[in-house]
């Protein structure tokens, strides 16, 4: 295996008939690949050299759920995101529609200071996360960063705005569908 030079918590190995991954977070492994019979060896390696648990399938990663169907692999962060709900007190809150304005103007003095700089920054902090799964708030989220320093009123209602869009869907994620190859494809704008 050869570790990955970006990410040095992966390894990978390619084979003739296909490619492994072991991806390694404290104590959890995580094996991916296109080479089944080289999986196999590699959790038989693994089993008669260390003391393991194989669990199978994997379902749930660093708060990140996995679920299969016959159209791809799902990939969400549901618990995460009610977690969130339930930190603020809007679970029964009425789901934002966006998770930010279309013509939000935030200013870093625009507003009265926000009484919890703490709480602010660690529900963004905590925003942070689902952006993983839910690319659709990285803009909100990255905005709402901004102002981590000196949070006034306007973010914060801006932060619970991403947490009520969030409400709307908490099981939306990333589909990797199963068909055909797999292609990612990526737009931003940089403004």
Known sequence: ?????????????????????????????????????????????????????????????LGIEVARSRHGINLCQRKNVLDLLEETGLLGAKPAETPMESNAKLSIDAGEEFDDPGRYKRLVGKLNYPTITRPDISFA???????????????WEVVLRIV????????????????????????????
């Open 1 to 61: 295996m050869k570790q990955c030079q970006v990410d040095h918590f992966v390894f990978g190995h390619d084979l003739k008939d296909g490619t492994i991954l072991i991806v390694v977070y404290v104590d959890d492994i995580v094996i991916i690949g296109s080479d089944n019979n080289g999986i196999d060896r590699l959790k038989n390696f693994l089993q008669n050299h260390f003391h393991r648990k194989d669990l199978v399938k994997l379902k749930y990663f």
């Open 141 to 155: 989220v990255s905005m709402v960063s901004q102002f981590m320093q000196h949070p006034r009123v306007p973010h």
């Open 164 to 191: 009520k869009y969030l409400k709307g869907v908490p099981g939306h994620g990333l589909l990797h569908k199963s068909e055909g190859t797999l292609e990612i494809e990526g737009y931003t704008n940089a403004d």
